[in-house]
């Protein structure tokens, strides 16, 4: 296969809410089947760039390009078909089933009138299978708990057949388990289906475990980029983050992990 | 997918049948069913026709544009009124009388009133290119009340007794005596519907919300714009015909989502009958409950549909 080695590459891009940039001269190029994280504090961008990435800001300048093509000249439904995003919760005020939520995922490939085919409803199942709430598919989506929900997201997601899979922030609001099974589950597709991802997290630790690519934000603007071992470093998270940490390493895979220190228990001993 | 619901579809016809029948069957003048048919009680059944396709039209249109409403806004009490075109209408009619106008041209001056209110809501609420779902809702809010404000002045100030029947006449009655009114309310609202339904999907993606919908590749502020102009044009076509009769818009939807579910492509059709037959069941009684008088179909929209509401969410409840 001779794809266009970068999935999706930021030219130089500035953008954000209004007419102050969140991010500044910015760029950026991810190759297909890498797993990138972004991380960063609060407020240096990360949510801002993923949604300049897929669409939903326009950048005031610089382009971004989806296998080589520009993505402000692509149709949005196009775009669809090639990508998906997965937010950090995701209210459903509607009590929509959970298949019908994952048959959205075909909204892009279908017409206005045109029903589901089988094949369609072969790829919901796929989908709901692969996020493992197969079982759940005729339950309404508020009698789910919020891990369960967000696989349901997942899957509708999956359903759109995407080449790169945007994540906001998927683990926010999970408990440790679900975090590690939602993760997990990105790290499978990643792995064996080749699907490309971009995800933000807040959680270094889980970023270093599972991102092949780190890039650590700061005020829009690249602070580092590389692997986790090179980014997640004490002097470099200290730099952004204004904490003192230590960094160790997991014994069982070898990435690295960072552990807070209290500077206030620190002075009293 | 649909299949699950043909049954209830079934259902749906078979009441909105009986329904129909029923209330050209019966009305404030108690008539005999062998009589019904003889010469001279022809008028009396070509008005209750008239009545109860009004009725039918009036329903149908007040509960799909409620349900798509509810939708784009992701709000349970959007309603078709929300948008101030009903309030444009009554003013309308106000100065149609005021300047002493025919009765002929009320509804076009009043359809008229309620284009320029739905222009007025439009360009109030945008922002640039967007228009965001608060300052939509406030917006039509903000054009209701000044619409209200300058009709209660006028009725206030007017000498013109004809202003009561306004009155009246905006509190919403489906009284009906010119068929070529009926056919161009229906010629602007069905057509709208059927546009409507073919936005369904659009609609499932919206409601879930506007970036999701975004990320399936929908063109949201499109979308937002077509809804606001095809609802606020059904308001518009049924106002200036029937007044403004409220609940139905409201509460229609509600109930039929708890019955087939929130998918718009189930729920757009199953709303337009389930408000046709409500409506229809309604007017009866506001006809025939207090005859030889009429009570106000708002009055009867609410005492029916508020207990039904009621029963089916608490059943709804107690089902989980």
């Known amino acids: ?269 | 997918m649909e299949k699950r619901h043909l049954g209830k579809f079934l259902l749906l016809a078979v009441l909105l049948f009986i329904a129909v029948v029923f209330a050209i069957l019966n009305g404030p003048v108690r008539i005999p069913f062998k009589e019904l048919f003889l010469e001279g009680n022809r008028q009396i059944l070509y008005l209750r026709l008239l009545r109860v396709l009004l009725a039918a039209i009036t329903g149908s249109g007040l509960a799909v544009s409620g349900a798509a409403l509810q939708a784009i806004l992701r709000n349970p009490l959007a309603e078709p009124y929300l948008l101030g075109t009903s309030s444009g209408a009554g003013l309308g009619a106000v100065l149609a009388i005021i300047t002493g106008l025919s009765s002929f041209f009320l509804p076009a001056v009043s359809f008229l009133g309620a284009l320029v209110s739905m222009v007025f809501v439009y360009y109030l609420s945008k922002r640039g290119n967007r228009i965001p779902v608060e300052s939509f809702i406030l917006s039509g809010v903000i054009v209701s009340l000044l619409c209200s404000a300058v009709i209660a002045f006028l009725v206030s100030v007017s000498p013109n007794e004809a202003l009561h029947g306004v009155v009246w006449w905006l509190w919403g009655s489906l009284q009906m005596y010119d068929v070529k009114l009926l056919l161009i309310a229906a010629a602007i609202v069905i057509p709208s519907m059927a546009i409507l339904y073919v936005f369904s999907q659009d609609l499932n993606a919206v409601s879930i919300g506007e970036e999701d919908a975004l990320h399936l590749g929908i063109k949201i502020e499109k979308i937002k714009k077509i809804i606001f102009f095809l609802t606020s044009l059904i308001t518009a076509g049924l106002v200036c015909v029937s007044g403004v009769i409220g609940f139905v818009g409201l509460i229609l939807p509600h109930i039929t989502r708890l019955w087939v579910g929130p998918n718009h492509r189930v729920l757009l059709p199953a709303s337009c009958l389930l408000g046709a037959v409500f409506m229809i069941v309604c007017d009866l009684l506001a006809r025939t409950v207090y005859a030889p008088f009429e009570v106000p179909i708002g009055v009867i929209t609410a005492c029916v549909g508020a207990p039904v509401f009621i029963v089916l969410m608490k059943n709804r409840q107690r089902g989980k």
């Open chain 1, 1 to 269: 296969m001779s794809k266009p080695v970068n999935i999706i590459a930021a030219h130089d891009i500035s953008g954000g809410y209004t007419d102050i940039p969140v991010i500044k001269d910015f760029s950026l190029e991810v190759k297909t089947g890498e797993f990138l994280g972004i991380i960063g504090p609060n407020g240096s961008g990360k949510s801002t760039l993923l949604k300049l990435l897929s669409r939903v800001l326009t950048p005031s300048r610089g382009t971004i390009s989806f296998l080589g093509e520009d993505i402000r000249r692509m149709d949005q439904r196009a775009f669809a078909r090639k990508t998906a995003f997965v937010s950090q919760d995701t209210n459903i005020y509607f009590p929509f089933s959970v298949m019908e939520i994952t048959l959205m995922g075909r909204i892009p490939h279908l017409g206005r009138l045109q029903g589901e085919t089988k094949r369609d409803i072969e790829i919901a199942e796929q989908s709901l299978a692969l996020t493992d709430v197969f079982s759940l598919k005729d339950k309404l989506i508020d009698e789910l708990s919020s891990g369960e929900r967000q696989r349901v997201i997942i899957s509708r997601a999956l359903t759109q057949e995407p080449l790169l899979l945007f994540l906001d922030e998927p683990t926010a609001h999970l408990d440790i388990g679900h975090q590690i099974q939602i993760l997990d589950l990105l790290y499978k597709l990643n792995s064996r289906n080749g699907l490309t991802i971009v995800v933000v997290l807040h959680d270094l630790n889980l970023a270093a475990e599972y991102c092949g690519r780190i890039i650590f934000l700061n005020d829009g603007r690249i602070f580092k980029n590389g692997r986790p071992e090179d980014v997640l470093t004490y002097q470099n998270i200290e730099a952004v983050y204004k904490t003192v940490v230590v960094v160790n390493k997991n014994p069982f895979t070898g990435k690295p992990f960072v552990v807070p220190v209290s500077e206030e228990r620190c002075r009293q001993r």
